[in-house]
């Protein structure tokens, strides 16, 4: 069991301009959850993510390519990244307890 780090909402760009025109300072679009998870993983893990990560379609292959794990196995801290017939999702984990995955977005 991994503890819950629930922050709430804190995003400092919610309010940025629609459509989305502005970049971040990773170089991802403002309001876009991958904005939300670069952000929390600065923030909250101290984690520096390269710039222009992208859509999250390619989170999990490029995180893959640069020696990062990716697996089914999360914990807080770490980026769940969804894919399916859905589309690709990121989102930041909070805490993970037995088979109950607490995320933010």
Known sequence: M???TVIGDN???QNAAIPYVEVDP????KREYVSFVAYRLSTVNG???PY???DPNLWGYRAQNEGYRVDMNPSAGSVAWFTGNKGFHDAWVVGVN???VE???
């Open 2 to 4: 991994s503890r819950s």
């Open 11 to 13: 995003y400092p760009w």
């Open 26 to 29: 990773w170089e991802v679009y």
């Open 47 to 49: 984690f520096t993510i």
């Open 52 to 54: 222009a990560y992208g």
């Open 98 to 100: 037995g088979e109950n």
């Open 103 to 105: 995320i933010e977005e």
